[in-house]
């Protein structure tokens, strides 16, 4: 199996900022997609920001210009550096991992998930 580990929520005044960070462990062959999801009270798990093996990335619009996301290749870890936060951005936030291990299909592997609060 992936093991996917979250660090870094907790709560932050509106205006400020939080770095989550996600590792990936296991017999890992390659990582194609690294990224995070949100979801809110009573709603859906949506997309905040991806990031392929090559660096390309692709944000909700609602956290252009605010959310940063990067990537550790070699050390198979995505970050999410979150400014300005907002009471809006409030949600568990998952980490997840497009991968390959030897021997078995791409598949997507999930975090168990780190709550963001936004509030003064």
């Known amino acids: 199996q992936v093991q996917l580990v979250e660090s870094g929520g907790g709560l932050v005044q509106p205006g400020g900022s939080l770095r989550l960070s996600c590792a990936a462990s296991?017999?890992?062959?390659?990582?194609?997609?690294m990224g995070w999801y949100r979801q809110a009270p009573g709603k859906q798990r949506a997309l905040v920001a991806s990031?392929?093996?090559?660096?390309?990335?692709n944000y909700a619009d609602s956290v252009k210009g605010r959310f940063t996301i990067s990537r550790d290749n070699a050390k198979n870890t995505v970050s999410l550096q979150m400014n300005s936060l907002e009471p809006e951005d409030t949600a568990v936030y998952y980490c997840?991992?497009?991968?390959?291990?030897?021997?078995?299909?791409?598949?997507?592997?999930w975090g168990q998930g780190t709550q963001v609060t936004v509030s003064s």
């Open positions: 990031i392929d093996s090559r660096g390309g990335t």
């Open positions: 997840y991992v497009r991968a390959r291990r030897i021997g078995v299909p791409e598949n997507d592997y």
């Open positions: 296991g017999r890992i062959f390659s990582i194609s997609t």
